[in-house]
Structures are given as structure tokens and as C-alpha cells.
């Protein structure tokens, strides 16, 4: 049985059934019996900003966390029993660097002539996440390199980190510090807290946890995630020679089928075994 547990989750379409797949019966419950156990430590690693993680968890009634790292990684706070949250302001000291300590406002004057890129929302901004609307029309690869060239030129280290809102119709874009990831951002977790890979279990759902997905972390993907990242998330898994670190659920646990929590709990069963004990299935 291991001693600690480090299970850090995505929120949206992982732990919360907010996709079109159905979510199996009780499986939620079963997920909050085994965060309840003294050895286990629970992360929710999101793009979301803070006020929609606290939404999330009053909305679906999910387990109040020990720590969050929201933000698409530029993030982490540690959250008490009370439910107040915390900066843990060495994660932010470590990525400020890679923006030569520039804040949101300052790094997106350099980005002002682009007429594509719109600003988001000031709550969708923080000091080191710049976020745009971009219309769906638009060239995205060559707009990628045109960022990049402006970003370097600066000499700025930064990502670029791009999705779709398909019910709004547009495309997204979060610059983010180069080292700014969900992945790094675990293992600086990892290393605050004294866990080692050995004894921590991720989990996702699509290409915004890649980074994580095809490492040597060990994780586990729902079954409900799209056909196109699995593949993707495989293929990658195993050139990093990560192929045994990425486990897929396929709905084979407790009569569960495998999406969402569900998927969650198959993967830490996969992992650790013994840990099935600390699920409440009786």
C-alpha cells in the first residue's frame, strides 16, 4: 500500500462530467471517498482562473483541494482546511525570468499592433498569463510565428498555448512563460511537498494536458476523451519512451465506465492496487 498519494486531476471533462459521455452512477462519490483518505493529497490542475475552480467545486460538489494550479500553469496556491487560499510565490518567482519580469499589461504592448488578437476579459488575466480571443478565420500558424518572432525579438521566453471555444466560436490564445507549464508546474509540487513520481497519479483528458500525458509522471486518460488525443497522447508517450508511464482507461473498473471519475479511479487502481481500499466500494 503506498505510504503517500499525490493524485492531481484536470477539472473540466476529467473529474467534471461536463462532456457529452454519461457520467457512471456514484463514481463521484467513490472519488471523494478516496481524497478523504489521510495519505492522499489532491491537486486539481486547470486552466482555470480561481474564481471559476471555486465555481466548479459549489457547482459539481467536488472535494475541497489541498492545492491548485490553475491558469494553464502559471498558478499554485495551496488551499487549507478552511477553504482560503494561498499564493506559493516561489513557483511565480521561478517563471517570472522567462517574461524578464514583465507583467501581462506591459508584455502585451509589445503585441498591440496585431489587429487579430483581441483581449479577453481582465478576470481571465494574471501576471503571467496574457490571453486573447482570436477569430476562428484567421491564419493561426502564421500568426504562431509572427507572435513568436515579436516575443523573441523582445527577448521574451514564452509559450503559446491555443484552443478552441467551440460554443463561442472562436479560437483562444494564452502566452504563457516558456516554463510556465501544467507539467512543471506538478513537479515543482512534487518537490515542495516531498512526493516522488513513485507516488503520484495524473490525470486528463485532452491536448492541453499533453505535457503531462507523455511523461515519465505516471497518468491515466478517461475514457471519454476524444479518439484523436489518445492516439496522439500514445504515439508521443512512447518516443519519450514514457509508454508504460500513460495508462487508458477503458471502463473495465467496479462495473464503471471508465469517463470522468470513473476513469480517475480505474487509473489509480492500475497504479496502486491497494489504494482500491480507500474507495468506499465495500
Known amino acids: 500500500m503506498p505510504e503517500r498519494l499525490l493524485l492531481c486531476t484536470d477539472l473540466d471533462r476529467t473529474l467534471i462530467p461536463n462532456g457529452s459521455a454519461p457520467e457512471s452512477p456514484a463514481a463521484r462519490q467513490h472519488f471523494a471517498q478516496l481524497v478523504q483518505h489521510p495519505q492522499v493529497t489532491l491537486a486539481y490542475v486547470s486552466g482555470r482562473h480561481r474564481e471559476l475552480v471555486e ?8 472535494p475541497l483541494p489541498q492545492f491548485v494550479i490553475g491558469d ?10 478552511r477553504g482560503e487560499w494561498s499564493v506559493m510565490p516561489a513557483w511565480e518567482e521561478r517563471i517570472a525570468a522567462d517574461w524578464r519580469h514583465l507583467s501581462h499589461e506591459e508584455l502585451g504592448g509589445t503585441l498591440a499592433g496585431f489587429e487579430a488578437l483581441a483581449l479577453q476579459e481582465a478576470s481571465k488575466q494574471n501576471r503571467h498569463k496574457l490571453s486573447y480571443y482570436v477569430s476562428q478565420a484567421a491564419d493561426r500558424e502564421r500568426l504562431r510565428e509572427a507572435v513568436g518572432a515579436v516575443l523573441g525579438d523582445a527577448g521574451v521566453r514564452a509559450r503559446q498555448v491555443w484552443s478552441i471555444d467551440d460554443a463561442a466560436g472562436v479560437a483562444l490564445l494564452d502566452i504563457v512563460p516558456e ?11 512534487q518537490a515542495a511537498e516531498d512526493f ?24 491515466v486518460l478517461v475514457a471519454n476523451s476524444a479518439p484523436e488525443v489518445q492516439r496522439e497522447a500514445l504515439a508521443k508517450a512512447a518516443a519519450n519512451g514514457c509508454g508504460d508511464s500513460l495508462y487508458l482507461a477503458r471502463g473495465s473498473f467496479r462495473g464503471m465506465n471508465g469517463n470522468y471519475s470513473a476513469g480517475i479511479l480505474e487509473g489509480v487502481a492500475y497504479y496502486h492496487p491497494t489504494a482500491i481500499d480507500w474507495m468506499g466500494f465495500g
Open 179 to 189: 516554463s510556465a507549464s501544467k507539467y512543471l508546474a506538478i513537479k515543482a509540487l
Open 55 to 62: 465555481q466548479a467545486i459549489d457547482e459539481y460538489q467536488l
Open 72 to 81: 494553464v500553469g502559471t498558478t499554485l496556491y495551496a488551499v487549507d482546511t
Open 196 to 219: 516522488t513520481d513513485g507516488d503520484t497519479v495524473f490525470s486528463g483528458d485532452s491536448g492541453n494536458d499533453m505535457d503531462v500525458l507523455v511523461s515519465p509522471l505516471p497518468a
